[in-house]
């Protein structure tokens, strides 16, 4: 009998303070052991699927009750919904579009660090015999960043749902997780115009009437020394932006007909926020703008969805993003 047929999953396992099940999963049974066999490619978590004969998506997924056939296969049930949350947060996902670094914390107390070098202390002049070699000044934040705890109740009963087969609930999950990337963006979005705490906005860059490619420049040349990689904008804004003459150039053009990537002439990737304020575009170099505070992943009621008390059982992700460079975003304001 192979390893995974024989663990016993039981509520503790979700106890395991910065771990998921399929975290525990793993250790007690690691895919490596399955290389070359029928099993290869499957986690931990999608071999205990397979071992209670749980099909999750298809033609012929099962009913949402066939996880609770015994108290192994129950147990499961909370790690499918964090599962199913996170499939729909990374398909609405664009925070790693933005993001430099990612940082995971046990805690809900973080203090990011930076570097603020004087204008002189930016060039690397030639260093004379003898002389002092500049120096750049890594520090804590003053500040801790701001943790935002973001989530939805699933508001359902079990008499409900065990007779909904599973790809539905699946992507009814999804669209949760969905909802909960777009209000992650709003966080990121304000985090960029308004900084995280530590006296560090966006500098703001004024144009009026219409946004035209003149703008365009002038937001790349503010950025620099950093490369305007990636800009933001809202949807009336967006619509400007691609109907723009110049975005017929060969290689946005043909980018956008081919892929559904937007990108600028400039070659900046383009990132539709609907949230954003309608007379704001940002610029900003993703290699070093923000950082994204993680505490935990993706959280549920273990306890109410392993005993079947879906109704207000609550799923939650905590994040939180830090600005590790001010100078790398830029906010434009037309009028």
Same mark, same amino acid.
Not at 223 to 248: C, D, G, S, V, W
Not at 309 to 331: D, M, N, P, V, Y
């Given at each position: 009998?192979?390893?995974?047929?024989t663990?016993?999953?039981?509520k503790?396992?979700?106890?395991?303070?910065?771990k998921?099940? !399929?975290?525990?999963?793993?250790?007690?049974?690691?895919?490596?052991?399955?290389?070359g066999?029928?099993?290869?490619?499957?986690?931990a &978590?999608?071999?205990?699927?397979?071992?209670?004969?749980?099909?999750? %998506?298809?033609?012929?997924?099962?009913?949402?009750?066939k &996880?609770?056939?015994?108290?192994?296969?129950? $147990?499961?049930?909370?790690?499918? =919904?964090?599962?199913?949350?996170?499939?729909?947060?990374?398909?609405?996902?664009?925070?790693?579009?933005?993001?430099?670094a990612? +940082?995971?914390?046990?805690?809900m107390?973080?203090?990011?660090?930076? %570097?603020?070098?004087?204008d002189?202390? !930016?060039?690397f002049?030639?260093?004379?015999?003898?002389?002092t070699?500049?120096?750049? =000044?890594?520090?804590?934040?003053?500040?801790?960043?701001?943790?935002?705890?973001?989530?939805?109740?699933?508001?359902a009963?079990?008499? $409900?749902?065990?007779?909904?087969?599973?790809?539905? &609930?699946? /992507? *009814?999950?999804?669209q949760?997780?969905?909802?909960i990337?777009?209000?992650?963006?709003?966080?990121?979005?304000?985090v960029i115009?308004?900084?995280d705490g530590?006296?560090?906005?966006?500098?703001?860059? @004024?144009?009026?009437?219409?946004i035209?490619?003149?703008?365009?420049?002038?937001?790349w040349?503010?950025?620099?020394? #950093?490369?305007?990689? !990636?800009?933001?904008a809202?949807t009336a804004? *967006?619509q400007k932006?691609? $109907?723009?003459?110049?975005?017929r150039?060969? @290689?946005?053009?043909?980018? &956008?007909?081919? +892929?559904?990537?937007?990108? !600028?002439p400039?070659?900046?990737?383009?990132? #539709? =926020?609907?949230? *954003?304020?309608?007379?704001?575009?940002?610029?900003l170099?993703?290699?070093? @703008?923000?950082?994204? /505070?993680?505490?935990?992943?993706?959280i549920?009621?273990?306890?109410?969805?392993i005993?079947?008390?879906?109704?207000? $059982?609550?799923?939650?992700?905590?994040?939180?993003?830090?600005?590790?460079?001010?100078?790398?975003?830029k906010?434009?304001?037309?009028s």
């Amino acid at each position: 009998m192979a390893k995974f047929e024989t663990i016993k999953i039981e509520k503790g396992m979700y106890a395991n303070k910065g771990k998921s099940l !399929t975290d525990i999963l793993e250790e007690l049974d690691p895919s490596e052991n399955y290389k070359g066999t029928a099993l290869e490619g499957l986690d931990a &978590f999608q071999r205990q699927l397979k071992r209670f004969d749980i099909k999750v %998506s298809g033609k012929s997924s099962d009913r949402v009750e066939k &996880f609770f056939d015994n108290s192994d296969s129950a $147990a499961l049930f909370p790690e499918y =919904v964090s599962r199913a949350v996170a499939v729909g947060m990374e398909r609405s996902d664009v925070i790693p579009d933005i993001v430099a670094a990612t +940082t995971r914390i046990d805690g809900m107390d973080y203090r990011s660090i930076t %570097s603020d070098p004087s204008d002189d202390k !930016t060039t690397f002049d030639i260093v004379k015999e003898t002389a002092t070699i500049p120096e750049t =000044v890594i520090k804590t934040q003053g500040s801790l960043i701001s943790l935002n705890k973001r989530g939805r109740i699933l508001s359902a009963s079990y008499e $409900a749902l065990r007779f909904q087969r599973l790809d539905l &609930f699946t /992507v *009814m999950l999804s669209q949760i997780g969905m909802q909960i990337a777009r209000e992650q963006l709003k966080d990121a979005v304000s985090v960029i115009l308004n900084g995280d705490g530590n006296k560090n906005p966006a500098e703001v860059i @004024s144009a009026t009437g219409d946004i035209d490619y003149t703008d365009l420049v002038s937001l790349w040349a503010g950025l620099a020394p #950093h490369e305007l990689n !990636t800009i933001l904008a809202p949807t009336a804004l *967006m619509q400007k932006l691609l $109907a723009l003459p110049e975005m017929r150039d060969a @290689s946005a053009g043909l980018t &956008f007909h081919g +892929t559904g990537s937007m990108i !600028t002439p400039l070659g900046a990737k383009l990132i #539709h =926020v609907p949230s *954003m304020d309608a007379n704001t575009i940002i610029g900003l170099d993703k290699n070093c @703008s923000l950082e994204l /505070v993680e505490s935990g992943g993706v959280i549920t009621d273990y306890d109410k969805l392993i005993d079947r008390q879906l109704e207000r $059982a609550a799923i939650s992700i905590t994040t939180g993003f830090g600005k590790i460079c001010a100078s790398a975003s830029k906010a434009m304001k037309l009028s």
